[in-house]
């Protein structure tokens, strides 16, 4: 079998030193869609440099973000690029992001998951500094194929939406362009911005990065429910549900409980469909 599970999960954590700046930190917002209206005091916190703070989903594309791209090339997995799948993300927050900063990201696979047909890959990453640890981060990672070996299926998380109208319902739309400005935050997979490579995996035009739309879903809880405060965010996760394409519009419904908030994303334009789910914002 293409995973060997026993000596993936024993293969040593791999670590690199990361770095990034303001410069960074602003690319990202902006390739959230940040910055609209452009002179909006709550939209420069996100665009400019003397008032910025850092949205926490930074810390999926802190030095570049390839540290997933990097767990699927460790001891014991050999796998398919084409049969892979990003089913999750996860990050929880040790303290606040600087808009500056050097850290030490540990990657490791940190479980595999046995689903019948298909594996589920846990990448863990771990960023710390000088001053101690900043982010934990998991990426979900689903591969088609490669399940059946009879190990533990892992844990069942899905959400019951809560049978009430949501606290709060906000529309993001999506620029045409967002998908360019978005990978240069360092996820270059042409199936963003190639149409002739998108035609290949099956879609008719490029899509949204997943990471994108999580990103925008945090920015929107953030700026709706958390006074904008983004030292308020705890933890964030999300199962990425269906996908997005650029010019589409998302439709954000929340549900606001005692230190969480459950949340839903649909596209407008195409009924509603589900693009995330099982979705939580644990704040203070």
């Known amino acids: 079998m293409p995973i060997d599970a026993a000596k993936a999960l024993a293969a040593e954590p ?10 960074d930190v602003q690319l990202y917002h902006l390739g959230l869609g940040a910055g609209r209206p452009a002179t ?15 949205l926490p ?8 973000g390839m540290r997933v791209v990097g767990g699927l090339s460790a001891p014991g997995i050999d796998i ?15 303290r606040p992001l600087p808009t500056r900063g050097r850290a030490v990201s540990t990657s490791r696979v940190a479980a595999i ?19 101690g640890p900043l982010w934990t981060s998991d990426a979900q990672i689903f591969v088609r194929g490669e399940g059946g070996w009879g190990g533990d299926r892992g844990p069942s998380e899905r959400l019951e939406v809560p049978d009430r109208e949501p606290d709060k319902t906000v529309e993001r739309p999506i620029r045409e362009e967002q998908a360019l400005l978005y990978r240069l935050s360092g996820d270059w997979n042409p199936l963003h911005a190639d149409p002739e490579f998108a035609a290949l995996a099956g879609f008719d035009r490029p899509i949204l990065h997943g990471l994108c739309t999580y990103g925008m879903t945090l920015k929107a809880v953030v700026d709706t ?12 996760r999300t199962r990425f549900a269906g996908i997005v394409f650029p010019g589409e519009t998302l439709r954000i419904r929340m549900w606001a409980g005692e ?26």
């Open 14 to 23: 791999r670590s690199a030193e990361i770095s990034w700046d303001h410069k």
């Open 40 to 54: 909006d005091p709550a939209e420069l916190r996100y665009t400019l440099e003397s008032r910025l703070h850092v």
């Open 57 to 64: 989903s930074f810390a999926t594309v802190a030095g570049a």
């Open 80 to 94: 398919d690029l084409a049969a892979v799948l990003h089913g999750g993300q996860s990050v929880t927050l040790h």
């Open 113 to 131: 998951h046995d689903k019948g047909k298909a594996a589920v890959l846990v990448l863990r990453s771990e960023a710390a500094d000088d001053d």
């Open 225 to 236: 429910l958390l006074d904008g405060d983004v030292t308020r965010v705890r933890a964030y």
């Open 259 to 284: 230190g969480r908030t459950q949340v839903t994303v649909t596209a407008v334009e195409r009924d509603d469909a589900s693009v995330l789910a099982d979705t939580v914002v644990a704040h203070s």
